[in-house]
Protein backbone atom coordinates (compact mmCIF):
# COMPACT_ATOMS: atom_id res chain seq x y z
CA UNK A 1 0.00 0.00 0.00
CA UNK A 2 1.77 3.68 -1.26
CA UNK A 3 2.25 6.18 1.46
CA UNK A 4 -1.15 8.09 -0.53
CA UNK A 5 -3.67 5.39 0.10
CA UNK A 6 -2.52 4.84 3.87
CA UNK A 7 -3.07 8.63 4.56
CA UNK A 8 -6.58 8.37 2.13
CA UNK A 9 -7.64 5.55 4.41
CA UNK A 10 -6.51 7.77 7.51
CA UNK A 11 -8.15 10.54 6.41
CA UNK A 12 -11.22 8.43 5.95
CA UNK A 13 -11.39 7.25 9.33
CA UNK A 14 -11.32 10.56 10.96
CA UNK A 15 -13.73 11.61 9.13
CA UNK A 16 -16.36 8.79 9.69
CA UNK A 17 -15.50 9.37 13.57
CA UNK A 18 -16.34 12.77 12.86
CA UNK A 19 -20.00 12.05 11.50
CA UNK A 20 -20.86 9.62 14.53
CA UNK A 21 -19.34 12.17 16.99
CA UNK A 22 -21.87 14.65 17.72
CA UNK A 23 -20.82 18.45 17.90
CA UNK A 24 -22.36 19.55 21.04
CA UNK A 25 -23.61 18.54 24.46
CA UNK A 26 -27.11 19.47 23.46
CA UNK A 27 -26.89 16.69 20.56
CA UNK A 28 -25.99 14.07 22.95
CA UNK A 29 -28.58 15.03 25.13
CA UNK A 30 -30.86 15.19 22.28
CA UNK A 31 -29.80 11.55 21.37
CA UNK A 32 -30.27 10.39 24.79
CA UNK A 33 -33.91 11.47 24.58
CA UNK A 34 -34.72 10.38 21.35
CA UNK A 35 -33.68 6.78 21.79
CA UNK A 36 -36.41 6.27 24.82
CA UNK A 37 -39.06 8.95 24.08
CA UNK A 38 -41.98 7.59 25.18
CA UNK A 39 -40.68 4.47 26.89
CA UNK A 40 -38.81 5.47 30.07
CA UNK A 41 -39.98 5.07 33.44
CA UNK A 42 -41.75 8.13 35.23
CA UNK A 43 -41.26 6.42 38.93
CA UNK A 44 -38.67 4.03 40.42
CA UNK A 45 -38.00 2.52 43.58
CA UNK A 46 -35.05 0.14 45.06
CA UNK A 47 -33.13 -0.67 47.92
CA UNK A 48 -29.31 0.54 48.36
CA UNK A 49 -26.51 -1.42 49.85
CA UNK A 50 -24.44 1.96 50.46
CA UNK A 51 -20.59 1.56 51.75
CA UNK A 52 -18.77 3.99 53.06
CA UNK A 53 -15.36 4.40 54.27
CA UNK A 54 -14.37 6.33 58.05
CA UNK A 55 -11.74 8.27 58.34
CA UNK A 56 -9.42 5.11 59.50
CA UNK A 57 -10.20 3.15 56.10
CA UNK A 58 -12.33 1.15 57.71
CA UNK A 59 -15.87 0.27 55.55
CA UNK A 60 -19.37 1.24 56.74
CA UNK A 61 -22.59 -0.63 55.34
CA UNK A 62 -25.83 1.09 55.78
CA UNK A 63 -29.14 0.37 54.09
CA UNK A 64 -31.28 2.87 51.66
CA UNK A 65 -34.24 2.81 50.44
CA UNK A 66 -34.82 5.29 48.22
CA UNK A 67 -38.17 6.72 45.86
CA UNK A 68 -37.69 8.96 42.41
CA UNK A 69 -40.12 10.48 40.53
CA UNK A 70 -40.84 12.73 37.69
CA UNK A 71 -43.62 14.88 37.45
CA UNK A 72 -44.53 17.96 35.64
CA UNK A 73 -42.74 19.90 38.62
CA UNK A 74 -39.63 17.68 37.93
CA UNK A 75 -37.49 15.03 39.19
CA UNK A 76 -37.72 14.28 42.74
CA UNK A 77 -35.47 11.46 44.17
CA UNK A 78 -36.54 10.58 48.32
CA UNK A 79 -33.67 8.40 50.01
CA UNK A 80 -34.25 7.17 53.75
CA UNK A 81 -31.54 6.31 55.19
CA UNK A 82 -31.98 3.27 57.00
CA UNK A 83 -35.57 2.30 58.37
CA UNK A 84 -37.99 4.62 56.96
CA UNK A 85 -39.82 5.32 60.17
CA UNK A 86 -36.78 6.16 61.97
CA UNK A 87 -37.36 9.46 59.27
CA UNK A 88 -33.84 10.17 58.34
CA UNK A 89 -33.12 10.72 54.69
CA UNK A 90 -32.34 13.44 52.15
CA UNK A 91 -34.93 14.83 49.40
CA UNK A 92 -33.48 15.79 46.25
CA UNK A 93 -34.76 17.99 43.37
CA UNK A 94 -31.92 18.62 40.89
CA UNK A 95 -31.31 22.03 42.45
CA UNK A 96 -31.79 21.28 45.90
CA UNK A 97 -31.99 19.16 48.76
CA UNK A 98 -33.82 18.72 51.94
CA UNK A 99 -32.13 17.07 55.23
CA UNK A 100 -34.32 15.43 57.35
CA UNK A 101 -33.51 13.96 60.92
CA UNK A 102 -36.06 12.09 63.17
CA UNK A 103 -39.00 12.70 60.93
CA UNK A 104 -38.18 16.91 61.04
CA UNK A 105 -36.52 18.93 58.26
CA UNK A 106 -32.71 19.60 59.84
CA UNK A 107 -31.58 21.64 56.75
CA UNK A 108 -32.40 22.91 53.29
CA UNK A 109 -29.71 24.06 50.57
CA UNK A 110 -29.65 24.74 47.22
CA UNK A 111 -27.05 22.01 46.34
CA UNK A 112 -28.97 19.52 43.84
CA UNK A 113 -28.15 16.06 42.54
CA UNK A 114 -26.55 15.96 38.98
CA UNK A 115 -27.59 12.39 38.44
CA UNK A 116 -31.30 13.16 38.17
CA UNK A 117 -30.98 15.33 35.03
CA UNK A 118 -28.95 12.30 33.35
CA UNK A 119 -30.47 9.17 34.86
CA UNK A 120 -34.16 9.99 34.74
CA UNK A 121 -34.75 14.19 33.63
CA UNK A 122 -33.24 13.99 29.99
CA UNK A 123 -35.24 10.55 28.71
CA UNK A 124 -38.69 12.72 29.76
CA UNK A 125 -38.54 15.63 29.37
CA UNK A 126 -37.31 18.62 27.48
CA UNK A 127 -33.07 18.56 26.70
CA UNK A 128 -33.89 22.64 27.53
CA UNK A 129 -34.97 21.95 31.52
CA UNK A 130 -32.35 19.24 31.08
CA UNK A 131 -29.55 21.99 30.24
CA UNK A 132 -30.92 23.73 32.90
CA UNK A 133 -30.50 21.87 35.62
CA UNK A 134 -26.93 20.92 34.71
CA UNK A 135 -25.89 24.70 34.01
CA UNK A 136 -24.75 25.12 37.92
CA UNK A 137 -22.36 22.08 37.72
CA UNK A 138 -20.16 24.08 34.80
CA UNK A 139 -19.99 21.28 31.76
CA UNK A 140 -18.76 23.05 29.33
CA UNK A 141 -21.77 21.86 26.75
CA UNK A 142 -19.37 23.11 23.55
CA UNK A 143 -16.69 20.38 24.21
CA UNK A 144 -16.98 16.68 22.98
CA UNK A 145 -14.75 13.93 22.01
CA UNK A 146 -15.31 10.20 21.12
CA UNK A 147 -13.49 7.84 23.32
CA UNK A 148 -13.81 4.10 24.79
CA UNK A 149 -14.82 3.31 27.58
CA UNK A 150 -15.20 -0.54 29.09
CA UNK A 151 -14.79 -1.46 25.55
CA UNK A 152 -17.76 0.62 23.94
CA UNK A 153 -17.49 3.78 21.84
CA UNK A 154 -18.43 6.55 24.54
CA UNK A 155 -19.17 10.53 24.01
CA UNK A 156 -17.33 12.40 26.30
CA UNK A 157 -19.23 16.17 27.23
CA UNK A 158 -17.35 18.90 28.44
CA UNK A 159 -14.07 18.07 27.65
CA UNK A 160 -11.75 18.24 24.07
CA UNK A 161 -9.88 15.04 24.99
CA UNK A 162 -8.32 12.25 27.21
CA UNK A 163 -5.85 14.42 28.59
CA UNK A 164 -8.09 16.72 30.59
CA UNK A 165 -9.33 14.57 33.56
CA UNK A 166 -10.13 17.78 35.67
CA UNK A 167 -12.85 19.95 33.68
CA UNK A 168 -16.30 18.54 34.60
CA UNK A 169 -17.59 16.07 32.79
CA UNK A 170 -20.42 13.36 31.96
CA UNK A 171 -19.54 10.16 29.94
CA UNK A 172 -22.32 8.64 27.43
CA UNK A 173 -22.11 5.18 25.68
CA UNK A 174 -23.06 6.01 21.91
CA UNK A 175 -24.59 2.35 21.57
CA UNK A 176 -27.38 2.80 24.60
CA UNK A 177 -27.10 6.50 25.15
CA UNK A 178 -26.76 5.64 28.62
CA UNK A 179 -24.76 7.79 31.22
CA UNK A 180 -21.56 5.25 32.00
CA UNK A 181 -18.93 8.33 33.85
CA UNK A 182 -18.72 11.42 35.49
CA UNK A 183 -15.84 13.81 36.77
CA UNK A 184 -17.40 16.33 38.67
CA UNK A 185 -16.03 18.67 41.62
CA UNK A 186 -18.49 17.88 44.55
CA UNK A 187 -16.72 19.83 47.33
CA UNK A 188 -14.99 23.34 46.67
CA UNK A 189 -11.49 23.23 46.34
CA UNK A 190 -11.05 19.62 46.33
CA UNK A 191 -10.47 17.03 43.50
CA UNK A 192 -12.76 16.04 41.30
CA UNK A 193 -15.03 12.44 41.85
CA UNK A 194 -14.60 10.49 39.85
CA UNK A 195 -18.52 8.25 39.38
CA UNK A 196 -18.77 5.19 37.36
CA UNK A 197 -22.22 3.43 36.61
CA UNK A 198 -22.07 -0.08 35.91
CA UNK A 199 -24.03 -3.49 36.24
CA UNK A 200 -27.43 -1.69 33.47
CA UNK A 201 -30.43 -3.92 33.55
CA UNK A 202 -33.70 -3.58 31.65
CA UNK A 203 -35.98 -1.85 33.88
CA UNK A 204 -39.66 -1.80 31.87
CA UNK A 205 -38.78 0.53 28.95
CA UNK A 206 -35.58 2.20 30.16
CA UNK A 207 -32.38 0.84 32.32
CA UNK A 208 -30.78 1.46 35.58
CA UNK A 209 -27.37 1.14 36.73
CA UNK A 210 -27.40 -1.73 39.43
CA UNK A 211 -23.68 -0.20 40.68
CA UNK A 212 -22.26 3.11 41.38
CA UNK A 213 -18.59 3.67 42.42
CA UNK A 214 -17.53 7.02 43.45
CA UNK A 215 -13.72 7.52 43.92
CA UNK A 216 -11.29 10.27 44.70
CA UNK A 217 -8.42 10.33 44.37
CA UNK A 218 -8.05 7.02 43.32
CA UNK A 219 -10.05 6.06 46.43
CA UNK A 220 -13.56 4.48 46.34
CA UNK A 221 -15.90 6.78 48.64
CA UNK A 222 -18.80 5.63 48.41
CA UNK A 223 -19.93 2.28 46.76
CA UNK A 224 -23.93 1.66 45.39
CA UNK A 225 -25.31 -1.63 45.23
CA UNK A 226 -29.16 -1.57 44.24
CA UNK A 227 -31.49 -4.58 44.30
CA UNK A 228 -35.09 -5.42 44.62
CA UNK A 229 -36.04 -2.14 42.01
CA UNK A 230 -39.40 -1.81 40.59
CA UNK A 231 -40.68 0.86 37.51
CA UNK A 232 -43.63 2.75 36.96
CA UNK A 233 -44.81 1.83 40.26
CA UNK A 234 -47.85 4.37 41.94
CA UNK A 235 -46.32 6.23 44.19
CA UNK A 236 -48.16 9.00 46.97
CA UNK A 237 -47.20 12.23 46.38
CA UNK A 238 -46.57 12.41 49.91
CA UNK A 239 -43.74 10.74 49.85
CA UNK A 240 -41.65 13.71 48.43
CA UNK A 241 -43.48 16.22 51.34
CA UNK A 242 -41.39 16.84 53.88
CA UNK A 243 -44.09 17.91 56.10
CA UNK A 244 -45.64 14.17 55.58
CA UNK A 245 -41.94 11.87 55.63
CA UNK A 246 -43.27 10.05 58.66
CA UNK A 247 -46.95 10.02 58.33
CA UNK A 248 -47.53 9.05 54.83
CA UNK A 249 -47.23 5.09 53.92
CA UNK A 250 -43.91 4.40 52.43
CA UNK A 251 -43.35 2.29 49.31
CA UNK A 252 -41.44 -0.17 51.37
CA UNK A 253 -44.24 -1.09 53.69
Keep these: ?27 VL ?18 QKTTTKAADGTPRVATWYEALAHTAAGTQLRIDVGEPSAGNGMMYTPDSVVRMRGGQVAGRTADGNVFLPLIEGVYVQSVEKTIKELAPHKIDMSKVYQAKWAGHPTWVVGSAS ?21 LLPLQENAPPYDIQLSGYVKAGGGWLATKVVMSQGGVAKQTEEYSDWKVDVD ?8 AKWTTVKHWKK
Design 162 to 182: AADTTSPQFWVDADTKLLTRM
Design 30 to 47: EAMRAAYSGKWYHTLTFT
Design 1 to 27: MTFRSTFALLVFAASALSAQTPKSGRD
Design 235 to 242: LDPGLFDP
